[in-house]
């Protein structure tokens, strides 16, 4: 039988889960994209004849009723069926529960298969457990998850776990020149947390730590990467700490392309940190970092255990407590052994979450369903 994919995001802008997705399926013949109109100006990855695109965001938030709601809805449904007819698809791959969503009427009346390719844990009241558990038993056929704590996270709420495979992602290696060289002259080592600035996140625990580290004499710079999602927290965490941010030590970058995040973190970053308080997947940070040799710190929770072996390629701390940051930071800067977490992260990335390894067993298991 001759398969064919329809791979969905709703997403507004590139974050870890698109750019796996996209580099998994981008360059496939038999993959087909539908996207976010958004995405259509910010994403250089996804650039293939196959792609279309559909303002989702419009969808839902200009629409002033429910009735046109519905009408919208049904004319995105109509959209989707007439492609999936003419272009022979036989399996939907959505990569968050916004898309699945979108899919509740194809469903209905389509025998697709749809493979849910979740990245998020859900952590609402008992009620919306049981709901979400419901619809997503029945929107999804299979559920691809990254982590063993996503599968554990699915399954607790009721999610059918006979339903769920584990996949752990992989990303591509940066061959890039010195890589695992410290890359700054002014500062000993440079130190970077990229993500959407957000409590989630930890960003004010990991300037907390960095401005505990920079009081006790250490030579070092913070970088913040990514875009403001919570404004509110952001001018908290710089009136806080306005000294370190107006003095240089602590510098933020704000959005940048996938490909300037790499560029950068190869060049100029010794330490990546992954400060996230609670349901954390598996953070595509953390893999790129690993295929750079770099040093990595990360909180013990969610999927980053299965990332970081403590005190291997790199260290775990408390979540939300920056005096066990602090000190994981000084105890890896003051070793002089330092390449050694950096070292055997690459080991790990390279036996474990390498991007052909991945690719190999995400096909694998698509072409083992009917």
């Known amino acids: 039988m001759t398969r064919k994919y329809l791979i969905v995001t709703t997403n507004e802008l590139l974050g870890g889960a698109d750019i796996i997705l996209y580099s998994l399926f981008n360059n496939m013949d038999d993959c087909f994209f539908i996207a976010n109109i ?5 994403n250089p990855i996804l650039n293939k004849q196959q792609a279309i695109y559909f303002n989702f965001i419009a969808l839902t938030k200009t629409t002033k009723s429910i009735f046109q709601f519905l009408i919208s809805l049904l004319r995105f449904t109509f959209f989707v069926y007439r ?3 003419n272009n022979e698809i036989s399996h939907i791959i959505v990569n968050d529960f916004g898309a699945l969503a979108y899919f509740f009427i194809i469903r209905i009346f389509t025998s697709h298969q749809i493979i849910f390719y979740s990245h998020a844990a859900f952590n609402d009241t008992k009620v919306n457990r049981y709901l979400l558990a419901r619809f997503i038993n029945f929107m999804a056929d299979n559920i691809i998850s990254p982590s063993f704590f996503l599968k554990k996270n699915h399954y607790t709420i009721g999610i059918n776990s006979n339903k769920i495979i584990v996949i752990h992602n992989g990303v591509k290696e940066i061959n890039e020149p ?6 700054s002259t002014h500062h000993k080592y440079r130190i970077a947390l990229i993500g959407n600035i957000v409590d989630l996140k930890g960003q004010d625990v990991f300037v907390d730590a960095l401005n505990d580290i920079l009081e006790q004499g250490y030579d070092i710079k913070g970088v913040l990467i990514g875009p403001i999602s919570d404004v509110n927290y952001f001018n908290a965490i710089k009136y806080k700490h306005s000294k370190i941010f107006n003095n240089g030590s602590v510098e933020f970058l704000g959005w940048l392309s996938h490909a ?3 560029k950068y973190l190869s060049t100029n970053v010794d330490i990546v940190v992954c400060a996230s308080k609670y349901l954390e997947n598996l953070p595509t940070t953390l893999l790129e970092a690993m295929s750079m040799k770099k ?3 990360g909180t013990s929770v969610g999927g980053i255990p299965e990332i970081i072996e403590n005190g291997k390629n790199g ?4 979540p939300g407590e920056s005096v066990s940051l602090s000190n994981a930071i000084i105890e890896m800067i003051s ?9 055997n992260g690459y080991k790990i990335y390279s036996e474990k979450f390498n991007f ?7 096909l694998d298991f698509l072409y083992s369903l009917d």
Request: charge should be positive; charged fraction near 20%; glycine fraction near 2%.
């Open 38 to 42: 958004k995405l259509k100006q910010k």
């Open 315 to 318: 260290i775990l701390v408390t």
């Open 356 to 362: 052909q390894l991945f690719k190999s067993k995400i």
């Open 260 to 262: 300037d995040v790499l």
């Open 83 to 85: 492609y999936l007819k």
């Open 335 to 343: 070793n002089p052994n330092f390449h050694y977490y950096g070292n």
């Open 295 to 297: 040093a990595v710190i």
């Open 178 to 183: 010195n890589i695992a060289m410290k890359a």
